[in-house]
T-cell receptor
């Protein structure tokens, strides 16, 4: 089954404790991205990757890092989480940037206290 | 920059009512337009799309027509069901740019 998986689905952590949210897709997609979803603000893109070893900032990259060492994986790293990073995070992938249809993971709800 | 504006929610309808969710956009060039749907507890799914002016996208009884003259892509359904309760996002892309999303409109359908 074609899918994008994220782990963990729920995470409660404390300020400053480094964390990683994993994302994996099994569709051999080149393009992957991370979004955060906040009430009243909709979805905002954090980072995206056009292919292995190619990443770029989205609209709200501050406080986040990503890596793309393999085509299927695109982890999101919060080196020193802060309460304003409490949000719902989605990973997405598509065949290429011009493919339009993005496939979304189920989301990771992060709470930073 | 490019942007998408959706009608504010939440929208509450009775089953079998007619649905319209307004979406207008601002963009240079010729964007493609999309509606995504997010069911409770899930990620977004593509509902329908239109890639050029006057195109009509349709899926699952939903329709939207790309109106370049009014820069709009309103989502419509003739008879909603309880299972249509979700958050709906309008979005645009120019192919070589990331998707730009509206803020979403929550729809609740009551039996």
């Amino acid at each position: 089954e074609a899918q994008v998986t994220q782990n963990p689905r729920y995470l409660i952590t404390v300020t400053g404790k480094k964390l990683t949210v994993t994302c994996s897709q099994n569709m051999n997609h080149e393009y992957m991205s991370w979004y955060r979803q906040d009430p009243g603000l909709g979805l905002r893109q954090i980072y995206y990757s056009m292919n292995v070893e190619v990443t770029d900032k989205g609209d709200v990259p501050e406080g986040y890092k990503v890596s793309r060492k393999e085509k299927r994986n695109f982890p999101l790293i919060l080196e020193s989480p802060s309460p304003n990073q409490t949000s719902l995070y989605f990973c997405a992938s598509s065949a290429n940037r011009v493919s339009y249809e993005q496939y979304f993971g189920p989301g990771t709800r992060l709470t930073v206290t | 920059g490019d942007s998408v504006t959706q009608m504010e929610g939440p929208v509450t309808l009775s089953e079998e009512a007619f649905l319209t969710i307004n979406c207008t956009y601002t963009a240079t060039g010729y964007p493609s337009l999309f509606w995504y749907v997010q069911y409770p507890g899930e990620g977004l799914q593509l509902l329908l799309k239109a890639t050029k002016a006057d195109d009509k996208g349709s899926n699952k009884g939903f329709e939207a027509t790309y109106r370049k003259e009014t820069t709009s892509f309103h989502l419509e359904k003739g008879s909603v069901q309880v299972s249509d309760s979700a958050v709906y996002f309008c979005a645009l892309s120019k192919g070589n740019t990331p998707l730009v999303f509206g803020k979403g409109t929550r729809l609740s359908v009551i039996a």
